[in-house]
C-alpha cells in the first residue's frame, strides 16, 4: 500500500507565494514519474506540471515561468513552487504518482487527497 500525503496549502495574497510538497511512502520500490494537477470548482481536474524519473519537467502553459516543480528521490518527495500566484490559480492541487510497488512490482498511479490553494485579489 501506498500514501501520498500533501501539504504546505492555504491562502495568499495575488502576487505572493506558497510552496506545495507531497511525500510519498509505503511499499515504495522506485518512483517513475511525479505531477501536480489541480481542480478548481465546476471545472475538471488538470495537469499543473509534471517532472519524470529523469528530472524532465513539462508546465501548463498557464503557469509557465511563474510555478516550478522538483523532486528529492531519496524522500519521496515532490514540491511545487508557486509565485506570482493569481486568483485564477485557486483550486485544490492534487498530488499523483507512478510508483513500483516493492511486493507486487506493479506499477500503479496514486492520487493524494489534496491541499485547497486559494489567492485572493
Known amino acids: 500500500q501506498v500514501q501520498l500525503v500533501e501539504s504546505g496549502g492555504g491562502l495568499v495574497q495575488a502576487g505572493g507565494s506558497l510552496r506545495l510538497s507531497c511525500v510519498a511512502s509505503?511499499?515504495?520500490?522506485?518512483?517513475?514519474?511525479m505531477a501536480w494537477y489541480c481542480q478548481a470548482p465546476g471545472k475538471q481536474r488538470e495537469l499543473v506540471a509534471r517532472?519524470?524519473?529523469?528530472?524532465?519537467?513539462n508546465y501548463a502553459d498557464s503557469v509557465k515561468g511563474r510555478f516550478t516543480i522538483s523532486r528529492d528521490n531519496a524522500k519521496n518527495t515532490v514540491y511545487l513552487q508557486m509565485n506570482s500566484l493569481k486568483p485564477e490559480d485557486t483550486a485544490v492541487y492534487y498530488c499523483?504518482?507512478?510508483?513500483?510497488?516493492?511486493?507486487?512490482?506493479?506499477?500503479?498511479?496514486?492520487w493524494g487527497q489534496g491541499t485547497q490553494v486559494t489567492v485572493s485579489s
Open positions: 499523483n504518482a507512478l510508483i513500483r510497488d516493492r511486493r507486487t512490482w506493479l506499477i500503479n498511479n496514486y
Open positions: 509505503g511499499s515504495i520500490y522506485s518512483t517513475n514519474s
Open positions: 517532472i519524470d524519473s529523469g528530472d524532465s519537467t
